[in-house]
Structures are given as structure tokens and as C-alpha cells.
């Protein structure tokens, strides 16, 4: 049985850094990453890393996010800086299937997600 854990979220104010992390247990995987759903709105495509493509990035976060994976410990985590509030959301890891196409709908496996919330 595939488990997504995730942890780090929390309060930050707008400009600071927050790290996520998600381990994982019951399988392993080519792909894994982050997506976020803010109040009101669909869930949308953050970041992957998959071992043979490389990573990606959506563009609202390019240059200030970045993903990274420790395949013995089979985790994925994000780094986040300068945050904004547009950033706030609760983040779920995904891991499986979005290789080439970052749909959720694409997604094998979701954490229970972490509340990431940035203040003005």
C-alpha cells in the first residue's frame, strides 16, 4: 500500500522561506512532485522531478521554488522562497504518472496535503 506523508507546512509572512518534505513507503518512483490548491480554485501543477526527464516547474514559481529528491530515502522535497501570498494553499505531494503531462488527473498517488499560508 502506497503512503504519501508530507511535512513542513505552516505560517510564513510574505518574502520568507518555508521547506516541505513527503516521504514515501510502498513503492517507488519515476516521478514525483508537488501540487497546490488554493480556497475556491482547482488544483494546479507546482513542481516535478522525475529521474529520466529531469524537473519542471509551473512559471508562477520558476526562479523561487525548487524541488529536489533523496532516492535512498525515497522522499521529494520542496524549498521555497520568497513567498507570496498568492502562494498560499494547501500543498499535496503526488507521486506516479505526470511525467510529461503535470495533470492532476494524471496522478497515481496524493498525500493528504499541508497547509502552506503566506501573510502580507
Known amino acids: 500500500q502506497v503512503r504519501l506523508v508530507e511535512s513542513g507546512g505552516g505560517l510564513v509572512q510574505a518574502g520568507g522561506s518555508l521547506r516541505l518534505s513527503c516521504a514515501a513507503s510502498g513503492g517507488t518512483f519515476s516521478v514525483m512532485g508537488w501540487f497546490r490548491q488554493a480556497p475556491g480554485k482547482e488544483r494546479e501543477f507546482v513542481a516535478a522531478?522525475?529521474?529520466?526527464?529531469?524537473?519542471n516547474y509551473a512559471d508562477s514559481v520558476k526562479g523561487r521554488f525548487t524541488i529536489s529528491r533523496d532516492n535512498a530515502k525515497n522522499t521529494v522535497s520542496l524549498q521555497m522562497n520568497s513567498l507570496k501570498p498568492d502562494d498560499t494553499a494547501v500543498y499535496y505531494c503526488a507521486a506516479g504518472g505526470f511525467s510529461r503531462n503535470f495533470l492532476s488527473s494524471n496522478v497515481n498517488y496524493w498525500g493528504t496535503g499541508t497547509l502552506v499560508t503566506v501573510s502580507s
Open positions: 522531478l522525475d529521474w529520466s526527464v529531469g524537473s
